[in-house]
């Protein structure tokens, strides 16, 4: 793991992915019922597999993105 960006590492990616995945699922056995709770354990099935997807893009863009930025935050 790297001091600079946790999120480079795969596993800190998972886990963020697995922990709103089984905060969704909990919410969805312990309250809803019927239809709602299958579309609700759906999504945290989908949170699960493209949350550290989207994380992983976001390391990457933010790599490539090492270019020079002037005082305002702006590429040149």
Do not use: C, H
Not at 8 to 24: F, Q, Y
Not at 64 to 69: A, G, I, L, N, R
């Amino acid at each position: 793991m790297t001091d600079d960006n946790p999120l480079a590492d795969a596993r800190v990616r998972r886990l963020i992915g697995l922990s709103g995945a089984a905060v969704l699922a909990a919410v969805a056995i312990l309250f809803l019922e019927g239809s709602l709770r299958w579309i609700v354990l759906g999504v945290a099935a989908l949170d699960a597999i493209v949350t550290p997807y989207i994380l992983k893009q976001a390391v990457e863009n933010d790599d490539e993105s090492e270019e020079e930025v002037d005082e305002y935050g702006f590429s040149r």
